[in-house]
């Protein structure tokens, strides 16, 4: 497990008021099946953040990497249909790769996160056309590629890609910003 999940779950009760294992009580009661429910619910019901809420669905829901035994698994059913998209993960972490420091790998269920001390960028193929890289740039100015994001997700910006060519200098500078700004 992530030293950044195993931190979250050691401060649950402080954080947030309740343990994993309450939490799932409190979240079957409610009957909640899918992510996006229950971190809305957990945020609205009971004023827990964003990164906290998140973590507590995926642990609840077992769709985090740390759930499954076989992470390979995450990344074979991301890419499952949208075969055509993996080259661009390839590439980004290739380049990521070539950063001057550390950072984890973390596949989810439906993307992958990047972190340092916390989250970089999350890696996404959002659609079979389209490659979503998300950023945690908070207090950064939308400019070129770089688009604001929903306000209150787990991401600030993001660039959206439909071919391979657009991994350019400006894409790869945003993600050494956001790689440095986590470090």
């Known amino acids: 497990m992530d030293k950044t999940v195993v931190k979250m779950i050691e401060n649950l009760k402080e954080k947030t008021g309740h343990t994993l294992e309450e939490w799932k009580e409190v979240i079957s009661a409610q009957k909640l099946v899918k992510h996006g429910e229950i971190v809305k619910f957990l945020k609205e019901s009971h004023n827990v953040t964003h990164g906290y809420a998140s973590e507590i669905a995926l642990k609840v829901l077992g769709s985090d990497a740390d759930s499954s035994n076989n992470t390979d698994e995450f990344l074979e059913s991301q890419y499952k249909g949208k075969e055509n998209l993996k080259p661009f993960y390839d590439k980004l972490i290739a380049e990521i790769q070539g950063f001057n420091g550390d950072f984890e790998i973390a596949p989810k269920k439906t993307y992958v996160s990047l ?31 770089l688009e604001a994001e929903k306000p209150n997700g787990i991401c600030s910006h993001k660039i959206n890609l439909s071919d391979i060519k657009e991994i350019d200098e400006e894409v790869i500078a945003w993600i050494k910003m956001a790689f440095e700004k986590a470090g």
């Open 115 to 145: 972190k340092r001390k916390k989250q970089f960028v999350i890696l996404n193929p959002a659609s079979k056309t389209r490659f979503e890289i998300g950023f945690n740039l908070k207090g950064i100015e939308p400019q070129g590629k």
